[in-house]
């Protein structure tokens, strides 16, 4: 059974930093790509970023770019999103998500990431 | 990267179907077959509900369909059923490594 795990969510203040983790089993985890997706409350989705199976494309939404890093661990079957700068406006339940030929086919749980001071 | 454009709201009763659109540009959905739709239940992640336009995962019921025309792709739930009721994206890739989502629709059976 394919699972994605996210953690590392939590309160930070404007301005901070915060680093999120998903991780992974169920697959080989090093023959997918893979997206993070967040979610504002109770607004709709939206796509942040994309690495390859092996990191070599690497991409963002024009929202995040400069501020988060996405990267992944082939060995540790995990993938992470590093947040810096953050804004109010980045607040929203984050979620990892498994990419096959460009749709995500198996989502994590997600992790909360609330933004204020 | 701007959001692809859904209806806010639809509904049906039990039996009907009812056809969520999904309007974007020729840089996302005109241009590519590569537009999904998700179902998402309040609390719940995401669920896979159609790839490529009109692919049914394993698993989803064939009320499921999809189509294409143009800029426009459509979602179309037949035989409507009460644990239908959700909210539904759209996405369609956008080139270069990127996606981008629809607004969302919320889906009410009456």
């Known amino acids: 059974e394919v699972q994605l795990v996210e953690s590392g969510g939590g309160l930070v203040q404007p301005g901070g930093s915060l680093r999120l983790s998903c991780a992974a089993s169920?697959?080989?985890?090093?023959?997918?790509?893979l997206n993070w997706v967040r979610q504002a409350p109770g607004k709709g989705l939206e796509w942040i970023s994309y690495?390859?199976?092996?990191?070599?494309?690497?991409s963002y939404a024009d929202s995040v770019k400069g501020r988060f890093t996405i990267s992944r661990d082939n060995a540790k079957d995990s993938l992470y999103l590093q947040m810096n700068s953050l804004r109010a406006e980045d607040t929203a339940v984050y979620y990892c998500?498994?990419?096959?030929?460009?749709?995500?086919?198996?989502w994590g749980q997600g992790t909360l990431v609330t933004v204020s001071s | 990267q701007s959001a692809l454009t859904q209806p806010r709201s639809v509904s049906g009763s039990p039996g009907q179907s009812v056809t969520i659109s999904c309007t974007g540009s020729?840089?996302?959905?005109?241009?590519?077959?590569?537009v999904s739709w998700y179902q998402q239940h309040p609390g719940k992640a995401p669920k896979l509900m159609l790839s490529?336009?009109?692919k049914r995962p394993s698993g989803v019921p064939d009320r499921f369909s999809g189509s294409k025309s143009g800029n426009t792709a459509s979602l179309t739930i037949s035989g409507l059923q009460a644990e239908d009721e959700a909210d539904y994206y759209c996405?369609?890739?956008?080139?270069?490594?990127?996606?981008?989502f629809g607004g969302g629709t919320k889906l009410t059976v009456l």
């Open positions: 996405c369609s890739y956008a080139g270069g490594f990127t996606w981008v």
């Open positions: 490529d336009v009109s």
């Open positions: 020729s840089s996302n959905v005109g241009g590519y077959n590569y």
């Open positions: 690495i390859s199976s092996d990191s070599w494309a690497i």
């Open positions: 169920g697959f080989t985890f090093s023959d997918y790509t």
């Open positions: 998500a498994r990419d096959l030929n460009w749709h995500l086919i198996d």
